[in-house]
């Protein structure tokens, strides 16, 4: 199966010279249509550079990006917000709602950019906020809502357009611990609906929850492994970091894992036909 990420030692280097920082120092990883990642590293490491690099946000001073098969490392600007717009939702720790509009017209507004009706905005807006629980907040502003609330309707922003890649940075570094779970609940979700799922952290317990976790340190791949969770919904935390195998030391299994992984995504793509989600 062909990944939908697959970056090539990429480099993000700030200040050239002396006082250079490397913030990505040749990371190459790829990801596959429908996994659920959790990409984890201390504060510094680069995770919100690589986040910002397979989000479109940035490019990398070298090294090459392909997502969906299209090279974008080399995209220009307008380029690059297009396929924004069109592949990619973006979950971020501090929500960034616009506070004088409701949740419904927060969602609506990046529908706006893509052209689509102001009916089917509506349907779309309504059907994200119901999968997230919020069809009794729909007409909150973001100041009458919880900070658990908020982050759903930012979810249900970054989902209305059907995105295939989610990308969420530290989407429960500002929650409860209840909220958090909460959040990870509709991202393990959207993973089963067949969304690909790119969850950023710097914590152990919310990694485990992932199907696959990538370490980063020093803008380095530092591990790469997936945990053996075969129903991500039954997980122990508590326990999960354990029973983990290194991806590198395991191409079988990999391979077996992408492969229920594509039986998952159909599954899925069946289901939310059903249910026109
Ligand atoms: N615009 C910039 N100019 C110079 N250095 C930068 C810039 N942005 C990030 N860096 C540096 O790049 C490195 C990686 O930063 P990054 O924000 O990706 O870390 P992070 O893993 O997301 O950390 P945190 O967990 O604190 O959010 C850090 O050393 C940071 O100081
Ligand atoms: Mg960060």
Not at 37 to 50: E, F, M
Not at 95 to 116: K, M, S
Not at 147 to 165: E, L, S
């Amino acid at each position: 199966m062909n990944a939908l990420i697959d970056i090539r030692d990429i480099y993000k280097i700030y200040n050239p010279g002396e006082n250079e920082v490397r913030a990505l120092d040749g990371i190459s990883l790829s990801v596959t249509h429908g996994e659920f990642v959790a990409i984890i590293g201390q504060s510094g490491s680069g995770k919100s550079t690589l986040m910002n690099m397979l989000g479109c946000l940035d490019v990398p001073s070298s090294g090459t990006y392909c997502l969906n098969g299209a090279d974008v490392s080399k995209m220009k600007d307008d380029e690059l917000s297009d396929i924004r717009n069109k592949e990619i939702g973006f979950i971020f720790q501090g929500f960034n709602l616009i506070p004088n509009l409701t949740a419904i017209e927060n969602v609506e507004l990046p529908l706006i950019y893509r052209g689509i009706s102001k009916a089917e905005r509506r349907e779309l807006a309504q059907q994200a906020l119901e999968m997230v629980g919020l069809s009794h907040r729909m007409d909150h502003k973001p100041a009458e809502m919880s900070g658990g609330q908020q982050q759903r309707v930012a979810i249900a922003r970054a989902i209305a357009a059907k995105p295939p890649v989610i990308l969420a940075d530290e989407p429960t570094g500002n929650l409860d611990s209840r909220s958090s779970k909460e959040i990870l609940q509709i991202l393990r979700e959207l993973h089963t609906l067949g969304r690909t799922v790119i969850l950023i952290t710097h914590d152990n317990e919310i990694a485990a929850q992932a199907k696959r976790v990538i370490r980063i340190r020093d803008g380095k791949v530092e591990e790469d492994y997936l945990n053996e969770i075969q129903d991500v919904k039954d997980s122990n935390t508590k326990d999960s970091g354990k029973n983990r195998k290194e991806v590198s030391d395991i191409k079988g299994s990999q391979n077996q894992y992408h492969k229920e992984n594509e039986k998952d995504t159909e599954e899925s793509l069946d289901k939310k036909e059903e249910e026109n989600i």
